[in-house]
């Protein structure tokens, strides 16, 4: 299994500039999850999806981000417009659904986003 | 009040010595607990699972106190190769992270 893949792995673009973020879970899980990590705030979960739908954006910043999982094998984190405090690497896990949700999730490499 | 709390450290722990630290959370509906590893600018790793009863994985042992919602990591004979970041997790359907506890094992 490729695990989960993230592109692209480096991005730096232009403050106003629209970024969108790409992820692949693992073939057979049915949550993913998108996180911030930062020095300051640490790694903050934005949204998660159940079986391709969201279930809690509580933690999406504000109006600029949007995410997508169109179907089971792909999700987008889209900032339009984008700013320089977005600045931040941007992981998507996935888990597959166990007892009790007892599993583990498994992170993607991640994207190293430098807004300038 | 965070959700997931963790003291940033760092502990700074000689090679061989033994280092413990705690997470406290604040959902009692928190069903599912677990200790990632993240090295510098890589991804979290899982590193254990935390069970009720207790586990232990090697050097590694986990424990979980739901009186007192706290779950803790052990590591033993400590190696230079467990410098890192240990997040702790906490899961009710969402997976909420500690911000991490720094150790360093020096020589």
């Known amino acids: 299994d490729a695990g989960v893949i993230q592109s692209p792995r480096h991005e730096v673009t232009e403050m106003g500039q629209e970024v969108t973020l790409r992820c692949k879970p693992i073939?057979?899980?049915?949550?993913l999850f998108w996180y911030r990590q930062t020095m300051m705030r640490g790694l903050e979960l934005l949204i998660y999806?159940?079986?391709?739908?969201?279930?809690?954006d509580s933690g999406m910043p504000e109006d600029r981000f949007s995410a997508k999982m169109p179907n089971a094998s792909f999700s987008t984190l889209k900032i339009q417009p984008s700013e320089p405090r977005d600045s931040a690497v941007y992981f998507c896990a996935s888990r597959r659904r166990g007892p009790r949700q007892n599993t583990e999730a498994f992170f993607g490499q991640g994207t190293r986003l430098t807004v300038v | 009040r965070k959700e997931v709390e963790q003291d940033p450290g760092p502990f700074n722990v000689p090679e061989g010595a033994t280092v413990a630290f705690n997470c406290t959370y604040s959902?009692?509906?928190?069903?599912?607990f677990f200790w990632y590893r993240q090295d510098c600018r890589k991804e979290p790793k899982l590193l254990m699972s935390?069970?009720?009863s207790g586990n232990e994985d090697g050097r590694f042992t986990a424990q979980l106190n739901r009186a007192s919602q706290y779950i803790s990591l052990l590591i033993r004979d400590s190696k230079l190769s467990d410098s890192a970041t240990y997040l702790c997790?906490?899961?009710?359907?969402?997976?909420?992270f500690g911000a991490g506890t720094q150790v360093v094992v020096t020589p």
């Open positions: 997790v906490v899961s009710w359907g969402k997976l909420q």
């Open positions: 073939s057979g899980h049915d949550y």
């Open positions: 935390v069970y009720s």
């Open positions: 959902n009692s509906a928190s069903q599912s």
């Open positions: 999806f159940n079986n391709n739908v969201p279930i809690d």
